[in-house]
């Protein structure tokens, strides 16, 4: 019996792919851990959290850093995620030279509904591991906010974050790097639908 191994991809060979034409625009799929994973679709909730959630960010973050958009973010761990939202510091290139390393990323968002297993499991230890200071959640099957922060390895070498708070639709939180800016979830959170 012959076992087979999945292909293990680095970020050079990654990037070559996409140089060559491997990948089709509008392919959705991204780098994690060495392998080319294809990303789930997203639903109407996603689509209007995810624009609400720009909205206001955009106009509390100002010129305070960069707002990216499902834009590749790059690990160390041969990784090219891309999350639905990053704060990023600002750089006078704008990443034209390279994507975003962990060290520039201020805070990651990711938006979930039928990708809530993947996020918490897999993202979640992913950006803990690179040191990314605070992971948000938008778990949209709860109708909640999982807000983590302080990246930490655990004793059985895993990686996770020290705290998580849960923040409902009605409340608002300040945006870690910046804790004069309130953000106001009844602004973020899309309408159910009946």
């Given at each position: 019996m012959?076992?087979?191994?999945?292909?293990?991809?680095?970020l050079d060979?990654?990037?070559?792919?996409?140089?060559?034409?491997?990948?089709?625009?509008?392919d959705?799929?991204?780098?994690?851990?060495?392998?080319?994973?294809?990303?789930?679709?997203?639903?109407?909730?996603?689509?209007t959290?995810n624009?609400?959630?720009?909205?206001?960010?955009?106009?509390?973050?100002?010129?305070l850093?960069?707002?990216?958009?499902?834009?590749?973010?790059?690990?160390p761990?041969?990784g090219?995620?891309?999350?639905?939202?990053?704060?990023?510091?600002?750089?006078p290139?704008?990443?034209?030279?390279?994507?975003?390393?962990?060290?520039?990323?201020?805070?990651?968002?990711?938006?979930?509904?039928?990708?809530?297993?993947?996020?918490?499991e897999?993202k979640?230890?992913?950006?803990a591991?690179?040191?990314?200071?605070?992971?948000?959640?938008?778990?949209?099957?709860d109708?909640?906010?999982?807000?983590y922060?302080?990246?930490?390895?655990?004793?059985?070498?895993?990686?996770?974050y020290r705290?998580k708070?849960?923040?409902?639709?009605?409340?608002a939180?300040?945006?870690?790097p910046?804790?004069?800016?309130?953000?106001?979830?009844?602004?973020v959170?899309?309408?159910?639908?009946?």
């Amino acid at each position: 019996m012959t076992l087979t191994t999945a292909k293990r991809f680095s970020l050079d060979e990654y990037h070559q792919l996409t140089d060559l034409g491997f990948f089709k625009p509008g392919d959705r799929i991204e780098l994690v851990r060495g392998e080319i994973i294809s990303m789930a679709a997203k639903g109407r909730a996603h689509e209007t959290c995810n624009r609400r959630l720009s909205r206001e960010l955009s106009a509390l973050l100002g010129n305070l850093a960069t707002l990216q958009h499902q834009a590749p973010i790059t690990i160390p761990t041969d990784g090219e995620p891309e999350p639905d939202l990053a704060i990023v510091r600002n750089r006078p290139d704008d990443y034209l030279a390279a994507h975003p390393l962990p060290a520039d990323i201020l805070l990651v968002i990711e938006i979930a509904d039928s990708s809530l297993t993947y996020d918490r499991e897999t993202k979640l230890p992913l950006y803990a591991e690179a040191q990314i200071p605070d992971y948000w959640l938008f778990n949209l099957s709860d109708y909640v906010l999982e807000a983590y922060a302080e990246p930490l390895r655990k004793l059985n070498g895993q990686f996770d974050y020290r705290t998580k708070r849960i923040v409902l639709p009605a409340e608002a939180l300040a945006l870690p790097p910046f804790p004069s800016l309130i953000l106001d979830l009844s602004k973020v959170f899309p309408g159910r639908v009946k």
